[in-house]
């Protein structure tokens, strides 16, 4: 009557249905929590208490017919969103204390539909990394195989879904942390398009990159999400003031007449044959359900996009960090009467050395005599890069990569390497630097592992990406397999 295997639309059916309760599916959801927690680690925060109060309300609502597609349902929340009354450390030494005394924009529209908030799922510190390693807390296992990352810096909602401690998550995107984190994790990711989500709330790693979406078991159970999520908000400069759909109602229909490119520069080098070979597959499935596929696409100024990012992402970051000097909120190194050796030493304290080296980066591409040479060159490669995909567009509806050149790689194998980490994003990247939509799906397996297929649309595309996304979920079952834990 609980399976931990329920989708949004399935939970809520047997809700509607009364077959069973928010209740009693929220104390499953936390008795699931209880069993695998100790083994995955994607929790930072439990809020079983205020989830069952949650509940209860949400078997009111529905009692009434004041229910809503996600009323009743629990949902972990990365913890670099607000959540009044709700620990929000961003899993940082920074923020360990910090109790928000209001809920970010995506919180607040949960709440109001009677989501069930179980808690707050781990991340890269600020959301800074691929892998969940960069936790001032703890690391995050991939259900799939615990000896492996669930990616980053979304790990701990990917791994949350993934081990059935949740229907559905949200998180959040700067640079592929959705979708990598999905594609290792074999669950569905959306990146929507820069703006279409409203970020208020959201506490800022790089503010012309970030972007909220959800972690779902289906293209089905995102549109649903998205419905809730996406729309104009006046709090956040950056939020569009575009009329949102119904997703639901884009999802069905078939492929025929649909364009999708496939752009060969994201076939790199180094990438793992199994994962490629899978791709491949995927790609022809979508041929035999009717899309037409052009193999020669080209995106040349791809390979830019890892230098680009590095550039404008850590600028933006040691910006937005600069509010934490012990004064405000957050750590305070006290142990000194001298101001500036407090401030020094907050940061010095406050920050891990993956935090601390994205600020050197930033701050050193700001300085004066480097703006121009690198800052000023970075934001010009990125209009190249923005003009690329609208040309693109342009001819195609779609543009179908790997989300990840290779499958999971083992706790411990790139820390000491943060190059080759980096590399971990290679395709997702230019997606953020573009500012378009990009959807993350299960698409096969290697070694025994979880490969995603990225799905990338046109600004304020998410429609047409959830339509491909659906109909190649409606004749595979890779989106249906679970991790045995």
């Known amino acids: 009557m609980t399976d931990r295997r329920l989708t949004i639309h399935e939970a809520g059916k047997l809700l509607k249905d009364k077959q069973i309760s928010s209740v009693e599916l929220t ?11 100790p083994k995955v680690h994607a929790c930072v925060t439990v809020a079983g208490e205020r989830a069952m109060q949650q509940a209860e309300k949400a078997d009111g609502l529905l009692a009434a017919g004041n ?27 920074m923020l360990e204390n910090f109790i928000p005394p209001y809920d970010a924009f995506v919180v607040e529209r949960l709440n109001n539909c009677g ?56 998180g959040s995107d700067t640079g592929g942390s959705i979708r990598q984190p999905a594609g290792f994790c074999g669950v569905t990711g959306l990146k929507p398009t820069y703006g279409r989500v409203s970020r208020y709330g959201l506490v800022a790693f790089a503010s012309s990159l970030d972007q909220i979406g959800p972690l779902t078991q289906d293209a089905t159970d995102c549109a649903l999400v998205m419905n809730t999520i996406a729309g104009h908000d006046p709090r ?88 934490y000097d012990g004064v405000k909120y957050g750590f305070s190194y006290a142990d000194t009467d001298n101001m500036w050796e407090a401030l020094e030493k907050t940061r010095q304290h406050g920050f891990g050395a993956e935090v601390k080296r994205r600020i050197m980066l930033g701050t050193y591409a700001l300085s004066a005599g480097y703006y121009d040479a690198y800052y000023l060159k970075a934001q010009k490669v990125r209009t190249l890069i923005r003009q690329e995909f609208d040309r693109a567009f342009e001819k195609y509806d779609a543009l179908l990569t790997p989300t990840s050149p290779t499958v999971p790689f083992k706790i411990g194998e790139k820390t000491d390497d943060p190059l080759q980490m980096y590399l971990s994003d290679v395709c997702t990247l230019p997606i953020n630097i573009a500012g378009v939509p990009a959807i993350s799906i299960p698409a096969g397996f290697a070694d025994g592992l979880p490969v995603g297929m990225q799905i990338i649309g046109k600004p304020f595309g998410e429609e047409t990406i959830l339509k491909v996304a659906h109909a190649y979920q409606q004749s595979t079952d890779w989106h249906k397999r679970k991790p045995e834990i």
């Not at 809503?68 to 450390?89: Q, S």
């Not at 691929?130 to 791994?159: I, M, Q, Y």
């Not at 990438?271 to 490629?276: G, I, N, R």
């Open 27 to 37: 104390r499953a959801t936390l008795e699931r929590i209880e069993q695998v927690e």
């Open 67 to 93: 229910g809503h597609p996600l009323t009743g349902i629990p949902v972990f929340i990365k913890d670099n969103m607000c959540t009044r009354g709700i620990l929000t450390t961003c899993s940082s030494r």
């Open 115 to 170: 989501a069930v908030t179980v808690g707050k799922t781990n991340l890269d510190e600020f959301a800074m990394g691929s892998s969940t390693e960069n936790s001032a807390l703890f690391t995050t296992a991939n259900p799939w195989d615990l000896s492996r990352v669930p990616g980053g810096s979304s790990g701990g909602s990917a791994a949350a879904v993934a081990a059935g401690e949740a229907v559905y998550a949200l």
């Open 236 to 323: 956040d400069s950056t939020s569009a003031p575009y009329p949102t759909p119904d997703y639901t109602q884009c999802i069905n229909g078939d492929l025929k007449g649909l364009k999708i490119g496939i752009p060969k520069e994201y076939f790199v080098e180094g990438m793992q044959k199994e994962v490629a070979a899978a791709i491949r597959a995927a790609i022809g499935q979508l041929e035999q359900l009717g899309a037409g596929v052009d193999w020669e696409v080209s995106l040349p100024s791809t390979p830019y996009a890892l230098a680009v990012y590095y550039i404008i992402a850590p600028s933006e970051a040691s910006a937005n960090l600069a509010r």
